[in-house]
């Protein structure tokens, strides 16, 4: 088995997904928008389970399940669209440097895309204990604070730390485990 796969469909995965060169992408309201759209369609159409999250300026950490043992699916879909999506906001912000970038690793990759958005995979990281699945909660919420961004966790609109710790469900609903 690789290092980071989806071996039970069924489980609860960490996952990262980080921009091409850590480019700050996240920065505007347009772009985390695109995230949360998404994970609110990948929720309501193909079964996702969102336990936590947070977007931070060029990474996305999630902790996530799939009703229909498709976890696979959904993060190809999701990465897939939030790609397309980040490069049509690029284009109509006038946001060429980004745009140069993007366009440059899509032609190193070889893949025949105009674009990559994304680094390759999600590393899956598949929470196979409890102690385990609440440190990974705990790092993803802390993120923001590590960086220097807020002084609390619940301070990061885009983290479900507001859902955790004031019950803000205003941004996206998750599947609480307490």
Known sequence: MKPYAISQGDGIYFCTDTIISFAYVFVEIDFFEIIIDSLKY???EKGL????????P????TIIAANNDNLSGILRDYKQYTSRKITETLR??????ILSLFKATAKHAGKGNQYKVWQS????????YDEKLFQKI???HNNPVRKG???????WTYSSAR????????IIEIQKLW
Do not use: R
Request: net charge negative; hydrophobic share 30%; aromatic share 10%.
């Open 121 to 128: 995979g999600s590393h899956p990281q598949l929470m196979d």
């Open 92 to 97: 109509q912000k006038g946001k060429s440097q």
């Open 138 to 140: 705990e790092y993803t």
């Open 58 to 61: 060029n990474h996305v950490h």
């Open 163 to 170: 859902n955790y710790v004031t019950n803000d469900d205003s």
């Open 42 to 44: 990948c929720q309501k």
């Open 49 to 56: 389970q969102l336990l936590a999250y947070v977007i931070m």
């Open 149 to 155: 961004f807020v002084e609390a966790p619940e301070y």
